[in-house]
């Protein structure tokens, strides 16, 4: 079972825009970001306590058994852990294994370990019944045998009794980050952060799928998150995995102090290079047509590149919609984050709803499949081609294949939505419509153009 912490840094899908709807791409003004040490940054996230609760280690070790692979190559008892997984002492002198970032923003690819790119694996489809096993095989027996574990485990075991039976997604491969934040502020009180066993705020009940941006495009954007709402300091967001266990305000602040580390770490990453052979003739070619086409929006790549971090609305970009309606149907999440410790202390951030998405970077976009902010295009030549898009579709999550002709999962389309594993398009929030810019192109043209995707 994944206990999916860090992607809560992904969205708070809720609030309001004072002003009218946008009907042209908007320009997005950067903010001033701490700066910090990115070999501290890296150490934090992957030996860090910024999540302070979670299964004693000999009940993880029982329950899950040793990891032999050592992704990461961590010394001691955490090379015994998988990569997505901390060793942290809790404060009565308990090792506890807590989840880390790496749950959802680092991925295995081809038999190697990424860090940065969003893990697209994640199965967030069986959340309820993942719940009911852990607490069954664990909490029970932890209570009356081990106490001191037990309360070392305590605020763990109350979030996944709270959040769990309520984050599960239509089907496995997208993310419920969202949901899971939604689900965890709802619990806590915004001034102080403490823990209220009863939601302080009325929670929707549509669980919004995302997929996960690759965290080497950080570093070129001047917001947060697929509808840019997220603005000012960055590290306030990318800590939002500390409420899950946070006690209160105090503890957030000790933890704070180490995401300027972080955020150096994250925007020192750089995205992973094209492993096969690139034809430069035709990425040429290509170039030239990501100019006309492509240039306005994503930016220049290459010697002067440049990233224009324009907000485009729905009227132009025409996806799927759910994401950021659900900011202005629920603006209770909106006014808690905004009133909240996050954006009330040192470093302030906020979220700033506005109806469309940022275009992204495209840094690195060969391996960043599955496409469009719901993951709901298995591949780079169906992102071009509308037609090319299916309605049903799976790919094999147990033995995954890269198909580097169309840039993107190897999956077999279907004919009719058939249980979890088949990405089904006709469903609210997972619809794979819109961004049809491509489809002006010719076959050739959209040949080039992915040769020149290649090369970013």
Same mark, same amino acid.
């Given at each position: ?188 009180? +915004? ?5 209220? /066993?009863? *939601? #302080?705020? @009325?929670?929707?009940? =549509? &669980? ?63 995205? +992973? ?5 690139? /034809?430069? *003739? #035709?990425? @040429?070619?290509?170039? =030239? &047509? ?167």
């Amino acid at each position: 079972m994944i206990f999916l912490v860090c992607a809560i840094t992904a969205l708070f899908i809720a609030g309001i825009n004072g002003g009218d709807p946008i009907t042209a791409p908007v320009y997005i003004p950067p903010s001033e970001q701490q700066h910090g040490n990115p070999e501290k940054g890296l150490d934090y996230l992957i030996y860090g306590d910024y999540v302070k609760s979670g299964l004693p280690y000999g009940y993880f070790k029982t329950i899950f058994g040793r990891d032999t692979l050592n992704y990461l190559g961590r010394a001691g008892k955490s090379a015994l852990l998988p990569h997505d997984y901390n060793l942290v002492k809790t404060a009565n002198g308990t090792e506890v294994v807590a989840p880390n970032c790496l749950q959802c923003h680092a991925q295995v690819f081809e038999g190697k370990l990424v860090v940065g790119m969003g893990n697209t694996a994640l199965d967030f489809s069986r959340t309820q019944q993942a719940g009911k096993v852990l607490m069954a095989a664990s909490a029970g027996i932890m209570k009356i045998v081990s106490p001191a574990q037990y309360q070392a485990a305590a605020e763990m075991i109350r979030s996944i009794r709270k959040v769990f039976p309520y984050m599960q997604t239509e089907v496995q491969g997208v993310n419920a980050a969202d949901r899971l934040a939604t689900l965890l502020v709802a619990h806590r009180n +915004p001034a102080t952060l403490v823990w209220s /066993d009863t *939601a #302080l705020l @009325a929670v929707p009940d =549509e &669980v919004v799928p995302t997929d996960v941006p690759a965290w080497w495009l950080l570093k070129k954007k001047n917001a947060m998150f697929y509808n840019g709402f997220g603005r000012g300091d960055f590290t306030k967001f990318l800590m939002l995995s500390n409420l899950l266990t946070v006690k209160d305000t105090a503890e957030a602040r000790e933890v704070s102090a180490h995401f300027g580390d972080v955020l150096a770490f994250i925007q020192s990453i750089q995205p +992973p290079k094209y492993p096969n052979k690139i /034809d430069i *003739a #035709l990425a @040429a070619q290509g170039k =030239e &047509v990501f100019n006309v086409t492509c240039r306005k929006c994503h930016g220049d790549y290459g010697g002067e590149s440049s990233y224009p971090n324009l907000l485009v609305p729905e009227n132009i970009i025409q996806t799927d919609s759910l994401l950021f309606i659900s900011n202005y149907q629920n603006p209770q999440f909106i006014d808690w984050f905004n009133k909240s410790w996050y954006a009330t202390t040192d470093h302030p951030a906020k979220l700033q709803p506005s109806n469309g998405y940022v275009a992204p970077p495209l840094d690195g976009v060969w391996a960043t499949a599955p496409y469009l902010h719901n993951g709901s295009v298995p591949t780079l030549a169906a992102l071009l081609n509308s037609k090319e898009r299916p309605t049903y579709w799976q790919r094999d999550f147990k033995h995954p294949i890269y198909d580097y002709s169309a840039i993107g999962w190897q999956y077999e389309t279907k004919q009719a939505p058939s249980g979890k594993k088949v990405y089904n398009t006709t469903l609210a929030g997972y619809g794979n419509y819109g961004h049809t810019f491509g489809d002006v192109l010719t076959e050739q043209a959209r040949k080039a153009l992915i040769e020149y995707l290649k090369t970013l």
